[in-house]
């Protein structure tokens, strides 16, 4: 349907505001280096490389989550660049957050499944990924802190590229066989950045594959290639949850792990975690939950017919669906939930719910994907007003995330002292090491992530002795005077 050209303004307005705090955070992304695990990821890389900082951790008690594999080969791989590599990474990551979420759409409308515009699809990835973060409990390690953002954040944009590349795949009757390899090889790596990741992507693809079974919509004819294609990638994911359990260095250190008769336990304490998670989001992500929602709304009421897939023809399956999503949404959460209750018997740090903060988002843009779908009651004279409140609802939402992006950037100078003091101190240690010295006294910062320390006036701290590791020394203290000058 072709539409007024004033009618695009409200859309492109959205779509610059809620870039807004994207770009904000990546620039702030930019101020960030070595803080907390990474120093150690750093010095077994300096010291052993990376066949043998894989081989030692995994093999052996470690430092860190020696049993992620994919953790060590990814933060290896960052490591042979430096500490610019984690000023990198933040800006890099929402990129590839929102292009995966814009290769994903564009593939669903490759199937019918919505008709949005190129606008509206990078409006609504941009919002997705916007939200998500601000709803998260922990944005700023999930983000910055490169030993936070790698096991959990990035397996959770991983899987949207994977299930872009499945859908795409999907569109074919018959899927060669080389098209499966790099589905099972990303779904094994993505797998294999942390447990949590592990079990959200094991409930993600056995859902699909379900919801592939039972269709009867027009994909139906689909759904034999995209059940192959999902569980090529099933397969991938219960190999790598496979390989982070049975890892030695598991083992190598003393640990409580629940024996098999206390598995009812750890249940039952997952899912009262998932229900203190769903209690606390109602307030913290509502608002985001709120934008998502309206949306999707928008959107769909925007556009023309989408496919049967979301779109409720009555009652019954209106309710059926909101049903099925919010099972589903209930699965995720207690998937990450479990491994912290397995391993931890604990609630699960605000990191590790990334995941569960983006499905919850994406629950609430599929809701109001539905009403907005839902036109039973609307008639051609009701368009034109339709498009105003449209414009109006978009205009006012937009001011959200702009608040945000102040926000963020009244940040950015705290940030950027950090991160040149940081540089500084990092000159330091490298010159006094070139003269001989081994033994190094540098400035005590203060930690620019919350909750994770910085070095210590006491050498034996562990994140000093990471530190040794890197710089190659025998002793390393921060004690020195100087930042609150």
Do not use: K
Not at 201 to 214: D, F
Not at 339 to 354: E, H, N, T
């Amino acid at each position: 349907m072709r539409r007024f050209g004033w009618e695009r303004l409200p859309l492109l307005i959205a779509l610059v505001a809620f870039s807004t705090p994207l770009l904000a955070s990546g620039l702030t992304g930019t101020t960030m280096r070595y803080s907390g695990d990474d120093y150690c990821y750093a010095g077994l890389f300096r010291q052993r490389g990376l066949l043998g900082m894989l081989s030692t951790t995994y093999t052996s008690s470690a430092p860190f989550a020696g049993n992620r594999f994919s953790l060590t080969t990814a933060s290896g791989l960052a490591d042979a660049i430096g500490p610019l590599a984690s000023a990198v990474l933040p800006g890099l990551v929402l990129v590839c957050w929102v292009g995966g979420l814009v290769f994903l759409l564009t593939e669903l409308r490759r199937l019918q499944a919505h008709q949005l515009s190129g606008p509206e699809t990078g409006l609504l990835a941009t919002v997705l990924a916007y939200a998500s973060l601000a709803a998260t409990p922990d944005p700023i390690q999930s983000l910055y802190w490169r030993s936070a953002m790698l096991p959990y954040l990035a397996p959770t944009v991983l899987l949207v590229f994977i299930l872009g590349l499945m859908v795409r795949h999907a569109t074919a009757l018959r899927v060669s066989p080389a098209a499966l390899i790099p589905i099972f090889l990303l779904s094994l790596f993505a797998a294999g950045l942390s447990e949590t990741a592990a079990s959200l992507q094991l409930v993600v693809l056995g859902l699909l594959i379900l919801a592939a079974h039972l269709t009867r919509t027009e994909l139906r004819p689909r759904a034999p290639a995209a059940i192959g294609l999902l569980t090529t990638g099933l397969i991938g994911s219960l190999i790598a949850l496979a390989m982070l359990f049975l890892a030695p260095t598991n083992w190598a250190l003393p640990h409580d792990l629940p024996r098999a008769n206390e598995l009812a336990r750890v249940l039952s304490m997952a899912v009262h975690n998932g229900y203190l998670f769903a209690y606390r989001s109602v307030f913290r992500q509502f608002a985001p939950s709120l934008a998502a929602f309206l949306i999707g709304l928008m959107l769909a009421h925007r556009g023309s017919q989408s496919s049967a897939v979301l779109r409720p023809t009555s009652l019954t399956r209106m309710l059926t669906l909101v049903l099925a999503i919010g099972s589903a949404v209930a699965l995720l959460i207690l998937a990450s939930m479990l491994p912290g209750a397995y391993a931890r018997s604990s609630y699960p740090p605000g990191r590790a719910l990334i995941g569960a903060t983006f499905a919850t988002i994406c629950a609430a843009a599929a809701l109001g994907w539905m009403v907005g779908s839902w036109r039973s009651g609307i008639t051609r004279r009701s368009v034109r007003l339709s498009s105003i409140v449209t414009g109006l609802v978009l205009s006012s939402l937009s001011i959200f995330p702009v608040m945000t992006a102040i926000d963020t950037l009244e940040q950015y100078p705290g940030y950027l002292r950090w991160a040149r003091v940081w540089d500084e101190r990092d000159r330091e240690i490298r010159t006094a090491r070139g003269l001989g010295n081994s033994s190094v006294d540098v400035m005590l910062m203060d930690n620019i992530i919350p909750d994770v320390a910085e070095l210590q006036p006491d050498p034996d701290f562990w994140y000093n002795n990471c530190a040794e590791w890197y710089y190659d020394l025998d002793r390393l203290s921060a004690n020195l005077p100087g930042w609150d000058t």
